[in-house]
């Protein structure tokens, strides 16, 4: 198996050559090109080709069961796409147009060190300052990266319990989703823009309390006594590990995928136009045409 610095010399310049491959079909679809659907169908095609390179990542070396199955459940998904463009059978270039979009709000992240620094360190901030407001002391320290991004805490015995704070941890990945989704409809540049505005500082907030509430359970050793299933379900041996994954892996990861879904359907409020996306993705699940009509 592939570690984590060689699946990233694979995976990173994947992303933006799958990135670039849907913004390449989404612009031949909106120029109503002929080859459009080729275009969309090797996008979809690579888009399984990078999920099912992350799903040993996500399920083995992250341990996270929420992000595994997601990951595995995408690369059949990404197939049927681009079968169902490929054959004709539906055009999905809204969706494409989503993804290009989500993909260049985020890799930017990725990619470059000063937009993923300050990203991070900026969470650490806020969280050092709920934390504090709550009555807790953190300590921040320097983590593997060379940022002050790590929330150190001290169990009885004095071992040293660590929580840091990583890209994956700034929110992003929700916030690329959801402007994602809101700029790629064809609705008003003030609604969507209103949609972005009203969207971005729920997530951003949430995720600032998403980790605190890790760092805390995780410092003060609140979901200990499961360790027994988490060492059967998640193959640790590491007790001081449990609190972590029951906050981190278990709890956060399952909320973030229920609040990220209330989001984008209460945005349909505003942004009925989404609703072209949400028909793709029912279609998808259910093999059903649906027509929400939400626009009148």
């Known amino acids: 198996m592939l570690g984590a610095t060689d699946l990233a010399t694979i995976t ?15 612009i031949l679809s909106m120029r109503e090109s002929p080859v459009a659907r080729y275009g969309a169908t090797g996008a979809w095609a690579l888009f399984a080709v990078f999920w099912a390179l ?3 990542h996500y399920a ?16 059949p998904g990404s197939l049927y796409v681009a079968s169902l463009i490929y054959t004709e ?49 953190p300590t921040v320290i320097t983590g ?20 840091r704070v990583i890209l994956a941890c700034t929110g992003i990945g929700s916030i690329s ?4 989704l809101a700029l790629s ?39 200990a006594g499961f360790r027994d299933p988490i060492f059967l379900i998640f193959g640790i041996e590491d007790p001081y590990l449990v609190s972590y994954i029951v906050a981190d892996r278990v709890i956060s990861q399952s909320a973030s995928v229920l609040v990220l ?18 028909e793709d993705v029912l279609f998808l699940l259910t093999g059903r045409e649906y027509d929400l009509d939400l626009a009148n």
């Open 89 to 137: 059978r539906r055009s999905f270039e809204v969706l494409t147009r989503a993804v290009a979009i989500m993909g260049f709000i985020y890799l930017p992240f990725e990619a470059i060190t000063v937009i993923r620094s300050g990203s991070i360190e900026m969470v650490v901030a806020h969280v050092e300052f709920i934390l504090r407001a709550v009555g807790v002391e």
């Open 177 to 180: 989703i959801v402007a994602g």
């Open 60 to 75: 083995i070396e992250m341990r996270s069961i929420v992000e595994g199955v997601l990951s595995a459940a995408a690369v």
């Open 54 to 56: 992350m799903v040993p």
């Open 144 to 163: 593997p990266d060379g940022l002050q991004s790590t929330f150190l805490f001290l169990a009885e015995n004095g071992h040293r319990l660590t929580t």
């Open 261 to 278: 879904v209330a989001i984008t359907l209460g945005l349909l409020r505003l942004i009925p136009e989404l609703a072209t996306i949400v």
């Open 185 to 223: 409809v064809d609705a008003t540049p003030r609604r969507k823009l209103l949609g972005i505005a009203i969207a971005v500082p729920i997530i951003y907030g949430l995720n600032v309390l998403r980790v605190a509430f890790i760092a805390l359970a995780h410092g003060f050793q609140w979901f």
């Open 12 to 26: 990173d310049p994947l992303a933006w050559i799958v990135v670039l491959t849907f913004a390449t079909s989404a």
